[in-house]
């Protein structure tokens, strides 16, 4: 996976002072490293009998849509509040200072679902734990939750336990 790591740009102090991020718009503008990372998250997820994908507002929708096509599933996004047109469920989850919220239409995934959650990034994993509790309060089923990029020293899947997670990526 270090070809895939090569690939994506490292920018020092964004958004704010001592943050690196990381810049995945190098690694979608080449064809062979956005298949070979659309290939590492849809794989695991072949044949697994997911009928729907979730994806995070808002790099989740790019490769979420992607993985849901591959493996032959439906797509539902997750947004901030007040972008979706018809009645959502909300859920409100603690960041480091304050709180922020995600919604989802509230007929996006029907009871016993089979579902897998996509997203660029695991980092604190509050947003990705949001959208779980959103995905179960609909009454579906967490399959798994995979992610392009896991930043390890965050401790994102500490947020996750219990579920399923798969990085193609670790920093």
């Known amino acids: 996976m270090d070809n895939l790591k090569e690939k994506i740009r490292h920018v020092p102090d964004f958004p704010k002072a001592g943050i690196l991020f990381y810049d995945i ?19 695991p997820f072949k044949d697994q009998g997911i009928e729907i994908v979730v994806g995070i507002e808002s790099r989740g929708f790019i490769f979420g849509s992607t993985v849901a096509d591959r493996i032959g ?12 047109p018809s009645q959502t469920v909300r859920c409100t989850y603690d960041l480091e200072y304050g709180t922020d919220c995600l919604e989802i239409h509230d ?13 660029d990034l695991l980092a604190t994993g509050g947003t990705a734990r ?3 509790n959103l995905v179960k309060q609909l009454g579906g089923r967490v399959h798994a939750l995979a992610f392009l990029i896991e ?4 401790n994102g899947r500490a947020k996750l336990e219990g579920e399923t997670v798969h990085a193609v990526l670790k920093y």
């Open 130 to 132: 949001a959208t779980v």
């Open 151 to 154: 930043l390890v020293a965050l």
């Open 25 to 43: 718009t190098t690694l979608l503008q080449d064809p062979v490293g956005f298949r070979t990372a659309i290939d590492s998250l849809s794989l």
């Open 107 to 119: 007929d996006a995934v029907r009871q016993g679902q089979r579902v897998l959650i996509v997203d």
């Open 73 to 84: 599933a439906g797509f539902s996004p997750v947004r901030k509040p007040g972008k979706l």
